[in-house]
């Protein structure tokens, strides 16, 4: 795309344009005056007009006009008795002259005019396409980034500078430049600033020396400005208000969670309030049953309410982005038999099995988030796995991750709730059946994936399965090999 | 009541005061408290305890920090009382000279019990040092490197030894990671915390009556490991 008007002024294409109308004027003068003794003076003239009207057409009014003055010239030189002279001395030869004059300045002038304005429409249209195309573009964006890419791109294609240089400011300032190399060691030629109502948002910087830059480009460059301007508002907007919708939604959550919070602290907090009170109160005797029931229901809500307190302090840091695992290469093997280890007396009525090879390679996880992980499965897998029945942990090595799985022999789990398990406070059965804070696998869920894991349950032949990976490399290393003595 | 072992306990919560202050003096001990870091500091000097308990969260300097400067001076044994989740801190604070630590809320026995180690360390210090180590039917002979299982010696290599060597000097004591490897393997290995997986795995198949379930070789989640003796 290009400027046509643009083009006839520069002075020399001009030049050219006129040295080869007036050319043309000689070359039909040769032909025609090699014709002179057949052809009548009035069908000469009238021949003249037909490449006058040509160049006009063709070359602009300028070099019609000068063709015009010249074709009168010769012909009154060559072609008009006396020969050889400006002269003429028939009457007849005069008002030919004459005539022959006005014909062809008014030909000219006429056709130029036409031509000209053929031109500026032709330009306004491809105005008007440009920006139509503009528009239909930025109208899909909503990303600022791209709606600068664009615009620049745009402006390159249009105006064909060597440099564009299109930025933001403020908060998200950004700076988007066709080519992608450094700018020229000057100052721009244009610079036209993004204004939108709220003020001035970014600048468009055109490096174009040659050939200068007219009028209508900086006309059409503030239109793509103002469009640009436009877009960018949009696009804010749009983001404003989306951002506006996710607080909205993560209070409404916090909300829920808050609810949901205070009666789970409530709950353990009425037990040992209830049970100390009664203590306090001599209600029952020292030496009871009753008496060490009840303080033993204390120390019992106590760690519960304990393990509430970390489960919410651990949902917090992995919502907050602030669980951030302490990496180490572990074993994982020793990592499950110290959970388990803890665990047996909570696990003595279920068979736990461990089938973890002795040469699986080192784990680089943390070790204390990592136990908190296999401590929530196990004790989700004991509270619905029946008595007696099997809770089996494997882990072998699939692909470039570790996958390890939980199993236990209990009642399978509907398909529409095995993703929505490890939301925040999801249960599957009623919450009053079952103990717990609703936030255990959840936390599970924030640990694997903060590791780089994946975590998810499925239904198995004989019950129900946790699985998870953990990837085998960290960093792109693999675990060092450990040779010892 | 004069020759009761003397507690000096650093803690900001009130209640945490009361609770250990009449717990400790019912089981025979002299307690003494203080609520911040500067004050604990001045009676820890005045008194001369032989154990402190010590919170990490003071309201006037950071736990980490008082821990340095009791070490300055003194080699009483310190416990830690800490909240849950802050191995970070954990690790810190037995770095900077801390011989234990608890989390809170914790169980009185739990308590009783480290405060009976720190004791025996507390007169060991003062005493020659440990030259044999017993643990159930492990002993450890720390001068002429001799370690058997019941009356059979068990062979182990130079590194297995020197780790088992630097846990047993320091039995009950929890040991970092950090400390370890800088003590065993020297400092340029302060970070490969694998090297001691790998050899802890090893000495546990060699010593231990079920390596999958230690007694005497304990992990510290996160932190480091320790070596129970029998006292």
Known sequence: MNFAPMKSSSFISQFWQYLFSLSVIAAITAIFFALRGILDITLIALLYLIPLGMITAFQGLGPGISSALLSFLTLNYFFIQPYYTLAAHRPADVVILIIFLIVAVVISQLVGRMRASLAKATAREREATQLYELSTILTGLHDDHTIIQVLTKQIQAVSQ?????????????????????????????????????????GEIRLWKAEPAIS?????????????????????????????????????????????????????????????????????????????????AAI???????????????????????????????????????????????????????????????????????????????????????????????????????????????????????????????????AADRVTGTGLGLSICKGIIEAHGGRIWAENITDGFAFNFTLPLTWDGQLPMDTETE | MSNAPHILVIDDESQIRRAIRTILTEKGFRVTTASRGEEGLTLAATN????????????????????????????????????????????????????????KPFGIEELLARVRVALRHSTSRQGAQTKLVKAGSLTIDLVWHIVKRGEEEVKLTGTEHKLLAYLAANHG???????????????????????????????????????????????????????????
């Open chain 1, 161 to 201: 500078g060597e440099y564009v240089e299109l930025s933001t400011t403020g908060a998200r300032a950004f700076t988007y430049h066709l080519p992608e190399i450094d700018p020229p060691p000057r100052l721009p030629e244009l610079t036209v600033p993004i204004q939108a109502a709220r003020g001035v948002l």
């Open chain 1, 215 to 295: 009028s209508e480009e900086k006309r059409l460059l503030q239109t793509f400005a103002s469009q640009g301007a436009l877009a960018l508002e949009r696009a804010w907007l749009v983001e404003a208000e989306s951002r506006a919708k996710v607080l909205e939604e993560s209070d409404h959550l916090k909300s829920i969670l808050l609810s949901s919070v205070s009666h789970e602290l409530r709950t353990p907090l009425s037990t040992i309030k209830a049970a100390s009170s009664s203590l306090r109160g001599n209600e029952v005797s020292w030496d009871s049953h009753a008496r060490v029931e009840l303080i």
């Open chain 1, 299 to 429: 120390d019992d809500e106590a760690d519960h309410l304990n393990m509430l307190v970390g489960n919410l302090l651990d949902m917090s840091r992995i919502e907050s982005g602030a669980l951030k695992p302490k990496r180490e290469w572990n074993i994982l093997s020793e990592i499950v038999e110290s959970v388990l280890a803890r665990m047996r007396y909570s696990a003595d009525e279920h068979k736990l099995e461990v089938d973890i090879p002795e040469n699986l390679p080192f784990v680089s996880v943390d070790y204390v988030q990592m136990e908190q992980v296999f401590t929530n499965l196990v004790s989700n897998s004991l509270k619905y796995a029946p008595a007696s029945t099997k809770i089996q942990i494997r882990a072998y090595i699939e692909g470039d991750t570790i996958h390890t799985q939980v199993s236990n022999q209990g009642p399978q789990v509907p398909p529409e709730h095995l993703e929505r398990i490890f939301d925040k406070f999801y249960r599957v059965t």
């Open chain 2, 48 to 103: 001369e305890p032989d154990i402190i308990i010590l919170d990490l969260g003071l309201p006037d300097m950071d736990g980490v920090e008082v821990c340095a400067r009791l070490r300055e001076w003194t080699q009483c044994p310190i416990i830690i009382l800490s909240v849950r989740d802050s191995e970070h801190d954990k690790v810190a604070a037995l770095d900077a000279g801390a011989d234990d630590y608890l989390t």
């Open chain 2, 173 to 231: 004591r929890v040991l970092t990671h950090q400390n370890i490897l800088t003590q065993v393997w020297g400092p340029a290995d302060a970070n490969h915390t694998e090297y001691l997986r790998v050899y802890m795995r090893q000495l546990r198949k060699k010593l231990e009556v079920d390596p999958e379930r230690p007694q005497y070789i304990l992990t510290e989640p996160g932190i480091g490991y320790r070596f129970i003796s029998d006292g």
